[in-house]
């Protein structure tokens, strides 16, 4: 049975999603980070790195989300061109949010929401990298169905996680009907919808 240790944030929701469209099964482990579970001796065992979220599967345990989905197409032969083109387009998106959209969104809600002083060019900077980037994704799929070609794959599931909590960063995707179009029909398939439930549970109820 794999594992995994996570919460109700960006990266953590990647997890599921590509295990449910997969179909695998697996146990889901809550890591509340704004208790700061995520720093307690026993999950720093497993990540170092003292982030969500950790994959483990028999002997392995794997960290990076974007890893973990490699992981997981590659596993399975699934959400993941074996060569080719197609393969270095996934890898290329996988990249981009790993280099540029994600940490762009994460920066830009951690200054307007989590600061302890506003840090009016920090938010200046990160909120229009955060509205460049989104526009990025934008034009790519104004070109074609999801974000590395016309097959839904794991570079898909990497850049929804930002994209479903984009309302940290503040980052309004009215004006962007591609992306828009995107978002409403990712969040409607059915493994999308079942990930998104379980992670949510995760989170006590006030």
């Known amino acids: 049975m794999i594992e995994v240790y996570a919460f109700a944030t960006p990266n953590s929701v990647k997890v599921p999603i590509a295990l449910e469209e997969l179909g695998l099964d697996y146990a889901l482990h809550g890591i509340n980070v704004r208790k700061g579970e995520q720093k307690a001796p026993d999950f720093v065992a497993l990540n170092p790195n003292a982030k969500v979220p950790v994959l483990v599967d028999g002997d392995l345990v794997l960290t990076e989300s974007a890893a973990i989905l490699v992981y997981l197409a590659e596993k399975t032969g699934k ?23 994600g940490p762009a969104f994460g920066q830009a809600g951690f200054f307007k929401k989590q600061a302890a ?11 229009a990298e955060a509205a460049r980037t989104a526009g990025m994704l934008d034009a790519a799929l104004g070109r074609h169905a999801y974000v590395a070609g016309n097959s839904f ?12 909590r984009r309302a940290f960063a503040e980052v309004d995707i009215s ?4 992306l828009s179009r995107w978002v409403a029909e990712i969040e409607s398939r059915p493994a999308v ?6 992670v949510e549970t995760l989170v006590p109820q006030a």
């Open 79 to 101: 959400l993941l061109p074996a060569s080719g083109e197609g393969r270095a387009r996934v890898f290329e998106q996988l990249f981009f949010h790993a280099s540029g959209l």
């Open 117 to 127: 002083e506003p840090q009016p060019i920090a938010i200046a900077r990160f909120e």
């Open 153 to 164: 794959t794991i570079a898909d599931i990497a850049h929804f996680g930002w994209l479903w």
């Open 175 to 178: 004006a962007l009907p591609n």
């Open 193 to 198: 919808a079942r990930a998104i439930a379980r």
